[in-house]
């Protein structure tokens, strides 16, 4: 019996990971959004430019970023332009970034953004993984704030979709 305990705790900590509390990796430390910036405007800025109307060479872009800096820093860049470049083309690579994104570099109590993002997943989004992990993220905010209605409105919305 205590071997499946300790199955189902492993299972469930693969399965649900948390935003970040490191305030340090994300963009709310001004260091790390300048460098995100300037990397942006060094490297990223340009391959799109180079690619008109196409997607730029995703893997490139992370492999010239990891080898100048690090490759926490060249997913976390990466990553976002993915969402700035998908958004309103193509919803799924979109939605897949914004998961991603949250789940890595959005801070665990940032709940007006957690619900933000939930709602955008809400909206785009048809793919059960995805909308379990919004409902995770909006269940968060709701509960931070039970008074807030656009939270506790995502959060329904969500519940719903997910469990019809």
């Given at each position: ?28 430390d001004p ?7 300037q990397?942006?405007?060094d ?10 109307g ?12 990891t ?35 949250t ?24 793919n ?10 909006a ?14 409105g ?11």
């Amino acid at each position: 019996m205590k071997k499946y305990i300790i199955i189902a705790l492993l299972s469930a900590a693969t399965i649900t990971k948390a935003q970040t509390t490191n305030n340090a990796i994300t963009e709310h430390d001004p260091a790390v959004k300048a460098k995100d910036a300037q990397i942006k405007t060094d490297i990223i800025d340009p391959a799109e430019q180079a690619a008109p109307g196409q997607a730029p060479d995703w893997m490139a872009l992370t492999k010239t970023i990891t080898e100048k800096y690090d490759a926490v820093t060249a997913d976390r860049t990466v990553t976002k332009a993915k969402i700035y470049f998908y958004f309103g083309k193509d919803w799924p690579t979109f939605c897949a970034a914004i998961v991603h994104f949250t789940q890595n570099w959005e801070l665990a109590d940032d709940y007006k953004l957690l619900n933000k993002n939930a709602d955008m997943i809400l909206q785009h989004s048809e793919n059960p993984g995805e909308l379990k992990e919004a409902l995770r993220w909006a269940k968060a905010a709701a509960d931070s704030d039970p008074a807030n209605e656009k939270y506790k409105g995502t959060y329904e919305a969500l519940r719903q979709k997910v469990n019809p």
